[in-house]
């Protein structure tokens, strides 16, 4: 009786902590901190009179619109801040901004990588008006896409993005109708199916390192969101931020 009632005097103390948890500290961080923009000044010394160091020219020298491997680069996050570091030391200290080679070559390239959204690899092929009906089943609209023939060959087993999420193509029904299974390696197994009209989805041969690529979307949304508003980019982020990537 004496253990039982020493027992139940220590259960009821630790309830007794438990209800009554100290605050969290002031001194505490209670946002993640963001990596700000170049200010103007670091933008003049970068354009250095219009001979910017090598390390904001090279390693994405080569890399251009439309190319999917370009998506590799991703994985080296400080190349690809001195990427958009040149790109805004062009628009801003350059006579009539970013309006020549390579600086327009540069920010194609910039435009490209944030058009596949947050999930970045090489591209098989996109559709910016797919439909879903929410359990799993794809419908392609473009006309000249197809799930049979659009991977090199059939696209089941592939990759697929959509806001951040990861799936891969799990059967082919046609050359417009699949469907999907979730991608549960390191993301929510409760995670959305695409659902709705105009839905735009992304079939890749091999995700790179999200983790990084979501980081490096982030810099570009805060970095650029003013280049990109106009063309909806940016809402597009915003959707993927607030709707996909945060839950994986």
Not at 174 to 198: M, Q
Request: charged fraction near 10%.
């Amino acid at each position: 009786m004496k253990y039982l009632s020493g027992f139940l005097l220590a259960c009821s103390l630790y309830a007794a902590i438990g209800d009554n948890a100290p605050n969290v500290p002031t001194t505490w961080v209670a946002s993640h901190p963001r990596l700000g923009a170049p200010s103007n000044a670091d933008l003049v010394a970068i354009w250095n009179g219009g001979t910017l160091p090598g390390r904001y020219t090279n390693g994405w020298g080569n890399c251009t619109a439309g190319d999917s491997l370009c998506s590799n680069a991703s994985t080296v996050m400080p190349y690809f801040r001195y990427l958009m570091a040149a790109v805004m030391a062009y628009q801003t200290q350059h006579t009539g901004g970013c309006n020549a080679a390579p600086c327009t070559t540069w920010l194609a390239s910039l435009d490209y990588m944030a058009a596949l959204g947050p999930l970045w690899g090489p591209l098989y092929f996109k559709d910016d008006a797919a439909t879903g009906d929410g359990a799993g089943h794809i419908t392609l609209t473009t006309g000249r896409l197809s799930f049979l023939t659009g991977c090199g060959g059939s696209c089941a087993g592939v990759g697929f993005a959509y806001l951040g999420w990861r799936y891969n193509i799990d059967t082919v029904q046609d050359a417009t109708h699949a469907t999907l299974k979730r991608n549960v390696v390191g993301d929510n197994p409760n995670s959305i199916y695409p659902n709705g009209t105009g839905l735009k989805i992304r079939l890749m041969s091999n995700f790179n390192a999200p983790n990084v690529t979501v980081s490096v979307f982030a810099l570009m949304y805060d970095w650029f969101y003013s280049r990109w508003v106009s063309q909806g980019i940016a809402n597009d982020m915003a959707t993927a931020w607030t709707t996909g990537v945060p839950r994986w």
